[in-house]
Structures are given as C-alpha cells and as structure tokens.
C-alpha cells in the first residue's frame, strides 16, 4: 500500500510540478491515471517495468486494503516475489522522479547567491 501510495503521490507532484498538459488533484491521485501521465510524458526510466507497477502492486494493493477489512489472507509464498518486485519497481520509479525533482530544485539554489553574516 505504501509503495502504490509513494507513486501516486510523488508523480503526481512531479507532474504538477513540471506543468505539462495534465493537471492531478493532489486530493484525490490515482496509480492508474498517474502511471499513465508518466508514461506519456516519458518520466520512465528503462529499468521501470509499468506493466508491474499497473497489475502487480495495483491489485495487490486493492486486494491487501479489502483483506485488512475482511482479515484473509492476501499475499501467498507463491505470489511473494511478484509483490516483492512490484514494490522494488515502485521504489525506483519514485527515486527517479524525485531525483527529476531534486534537479530542478539545487538549480534553481545554484542561482542565488548567499552571504554570512559577520
């Protein structure tokens, strides 16, 4: 839940913030919407695989929320490794939109000039 969260929210700032065609409501993100605005303004880096990010962490995600409130089992050992990877991916794809971010930011500090005081 956490990973799925991590994207939808750090996307959808990226998104705002780099002021492209989409504007999100950071009130009510999506991973579904998000996940779509990254991919169409190229915001995916190689090792990023979507198509986990969409199915795996998505549905499991949902699935852990409505088994939190039902209280049965949501991830086996079977499924495990796949949860294991959707979240790594997650992970990665927050790191590089943050570092996107970040780039943006210590530019824009590069620029001022600052003094000590004596």
Same mark, same amino acid.
């Given at each position: 839940?956490?990973?799925?969260?991590?994207? *939808? *929210?750090?996307?959808?700032?990226?998104?705002?913030? #780099? !002021?492209?065609?989409?504007?999100?409501?950071?009130?009510?993100? +999506? %991973?579904?919407?998000?996940?779509?605005?990254?991919?169409?303004?190229?915001?995916?880096?190689? *090792?990023?695989? #979507?198509?986990?990010? *969409?199915?795996? #962490? +998505?549905?499991? +995600?949902? !699935?852990?929320?409505?088994?939190?409130?039902?209280?049965?089992?949501?991830?086996?050992?079977?499924?495990?490794?796949?949860?294991?990877?959707?979240?790594?991916?997650?992970?990665? %794809?927050?790191?590089?939109?943050? !570092? +996107? %971010?970040?780039?943006?930011?210590?530019? !824009? #500090?590069?620029? %001022?000039?600052?003094?000590?005081?004596?």
């Amino acid at each position: 839940m956490t990973a799925a969260s991590m994207v *939808e *929210e750090v996307g959808a700032y990226t998104i705002k913030e #780099l !002021e492209v065609d989409a504007d999100p409501d950071m009130g009510d993100t +999506r %991973l579904s919407d998000v996940l779509n605005w990254i991919s169409a303004y190229d915001l995916v880096p190689d *090792e990023v695989d #979507l198509a986990v990010l *969409e199915d795996d #962490l +998505r549905s499991a +995600r949902n !699935e852990l929320a409505h088994s939190m409130m039902a209280r049965s089992t949501t991830i086996t050992i079977d499924s495990f490794g796949d949860y294991v990877d959707a979240v790594w991916s997650a992970i990665n %794809l927050t790191n590089y939109l943050a !570092e +996107r %971010l970040l780039g943006g930011v210590f530019t !824009e #500090l590069d620029a %001022l000039s600052f003094t000590v005081p004596r």
